[in-house]
């Protein structure tokens, strides 16, 4: 894959439905146009991230992203399995609840065409979107290049039609209402931007895609480099475009308590017929993307469990199409039950479990490579090392801290839950710490 396609890849899984749901959370979490300062915090932390990323996916290009890069850094015979067995351990979580918020998302959407559903009802399409992915992907996919240009059309369409027309009907009075404490550096104004930095890192989560697929990569110390810096500024633009359009139009006091915040922008640019179009496309985005999201994450625990590093019930095929059924079914069933917890609830576990078992440990890898792994090739080094990864490390305890006590309580205890469950596996199977 050379340069172009691979950017945009990237940027098409970056994408997904995220940015549709996200605006009213983040405006929410500081209660005024000031929480847009939360994309400036998630570019620079995924930048910083991402050169961490970059060297990492240049040395290892054809290793398997996290799992290979922490069990290499800290050794394939001690803590480095248990880096790995973590990082597998926190996709059957991740993997879920990220497909979980864009059916949660979907049912949100759809009830600007059903305004009378009800709470349960919501739930269960959420459900059922999960359900529904899960049974197509129970079988041999041919049709997920088909997929990826259906999902890239709808986003391009969704993304141009917003931006152009709240450019064209943009109000800086609206936009920029900004409340009397709006920049009073209080203890309340550093915890809500440190929400609406975490809310802004699901949106950008994703960047590091590139660097699963680095084994198939033209010149991946120079691709793999380029593709995730730019897939971040590119994106950034985008992304603030699309907030300050919305909120352009769409009075920020309205827009934060918004279930469907596209639909109602085109709705007042354009009447509700329009509204209902676009909430048709949003639909499309947010199914495709739960497709998406579960293929990915459905294979990952299968190749760990294939090399004998995870619980063996995920290597299994099915018997005649030869896909990962155990995992595809665990997964979509996980992903359902998730469903039961709300948009910002989902996407503030997933990143403190994201953050806890993979993101904060690859800085330290990175840091670990360079001084102890002199025989692995550096073909690409971050610059001004190692002031991004610490950088990056910073800005994952910060978002740690501003993430909710309940939340972080629920990351350790999954983190906690996998080391205890590494530990069992390990002592029936001789391995580090109990022997080699």
Not at 15 to 30: D, E, K, W, Y
Not at 205 to 215: A, D, M, T
Not at 350 to 367: E, H, K, N
Request: charged share 10%.
């Amino acid at each position: 894959m050379s340069f172009f396609p691979a950017l945009a890849s990237n940027m098409l899984n970056m994408v997904g439905v995220g940015p549709f749901l996200t605006v009213p959370l983040i405006l929410g979490t500081m209660r005024g146009p000031q929480s847009l300062l939360g994309w400036i915090c998630g570019t620079l932390i995924s930048l910083c991230d991402g050169l961490v990323w970059s060297e990492l996916g240049a040395a290892m290009p054809a290793s398997g992203g996290s799992y290979e890069y922490l069990r290499r850094a800290f050794g394939p015979k001690s803590a480095g399995n248990l880096m790995s067995f973590l990082f597998v351990w926190q996709v059957v979580l991740v993997g879920p609840l990220t497909a979980a918020s864009g059916g949660v998302g979907f049912a949100d959407y759809a009830r600007y065409w059903m305004p009378q559903m009800t709470d349960v009802q919501h739930t269960v399409l959420a459900m059922s979107v999960c359900i529904a992915v899960t049974f197509l992907l129970y079988r041999d996919i041919r049709a997920i290049g088909r997929i990826s240009q259906v999902l890239w059309v709808g986003l391009v369409v969704a993304i141009g039609i917003i931006i152009f027309s709240g450019a064209i009907h943009f109000s800086p009075q609206r936009a920029f209402s900004f409340p009397s404490e709006a920049f009073h550096l209080s203890s309340g104004f550093f915890l809500g931007l440190g929400a609406a930095t975490l809310i802004s890192t699901y949106d950008f989560s994703g960047y590091f895609n590139i660097c699963l697929i680095g084994g198939e990569v033209e010149t991946p110390a120079i691709t793999i480099p380029r593709t995730i810096v730019l897939s971040i500024a590119t994106l950034s633009g985008v992304y603030i475009a699309i907030s300050l359009a919305i909120i352009g139009v769409v009075p920020w006091r309205e827009a934060i308590t918004s279930m469907a915040i596209i639909s109602d922008f085109t709705a007042r640019l354009y009447g509700p017929s329009a509204a209902a179009a676009m909430t048709g496309l949003i639909l499309w985005i947010a199914f495709a993307s739960v497709f998406c999201v579960l293929l990915g994450y459905t294979r990952v625990p299968f190749a760990a469990a294939v090399q004998g590093q995870f619980f063996s019930p995920f290597a299994r095929l099915h018997a005649r199409r030869g896909f990962p059924s155990f995992s595809v079914i665990a997964m979509g069933i996980l992903s359902a039950v998730a469903c039961l917890l709300s948009l910002d609830a989902l996407i503030r576990t997933l990143i403190v479990v994201q953050i806890i078992t993979q993101l904060a440990p690859q800085c330290l890898a990175v840091m670990v490579m360079r001084q102890r792994r002199l025989d692995v090739p550096k073909p690409f080094q971050m610059p001004l090392y190692p002031l991004p990864a610490l950088a990056a490390l910073a800005g994952w305890i910060f978002v740690l801290c501003c993430s909710g006590r309940a939340y972080l309580v629920a990351g350790v205890i999954v983190t906690i839950a996998g080391v205890l469950a590494y530990l069992l596996r390990a002592k029936r199977r001789r391995e580090w710490p109990f022997g080699i």
